[in-house]
């Protein structure tokens, strides 16, 4: 079997993998169902800081930014090669999440400081989304 098609069959089997689960969870506090994901969209495996970034993610970031860092019509995405490390650095997060910024790729307008958000918060959830980029080729 060539790569190519190892790969397809890994990404078929994941999506049907995470179909599966969606579908099978309850709407409860604990446990929320994802939206739909797009087709090929990755969910990777996290590591403990990534998993204590997706939940301050969650609390912090998902309102505006939507699951997975997808977007809303609140707020952009940050699975999009704009985000990727080499144009927005980690620095960059720190930087918006604490002080705001300015409306400069996104008609969105501008982004205020997070409410109640600590630099200690920020690292994990960078860690969160450069791991959900990178399971999905943005960088």
């Keep these: ?22 579908n099978s969870m309850q709407d409860t506090p604990e446990t929320k169902a994802p939206t739909s994901l797009p087709a090929g969209f990755i969910v990777p495996d996290l590591i403990a800081e990534q998993i204590v970034g997706q939940q301050s993610f969650e609390q912090f970031c998902q309102a505006c930014h939507g699951d997975y860092g997808l977007g809303t019509n609140s707020g952009p995405p940050f699975i999009h090669r704009i985000y990727e490390p080499n144009h927005h650095g980690d620095g960059a997060f720190f930087n918006a999440a604490i002080n705001g910024v300015r409306a400069h790729h996104w008609k969105f307008g501008n982004m205020p400081p997070v409410d109640d958000i600590v630099e200690t918060d920020i690292g994990p959830i960078v860690a969160y989304i450069r791991a959900l980029q990178k399971a999905n080729g943005v960088f």
Excluded: Q
């Design 1 to 22: 079997m060539n790569n190519k098609l190892a790969v397809l069959i890994g990404v078929a089997i994941i999506v049907s993998g995470v179909v599966f689960f969606a």
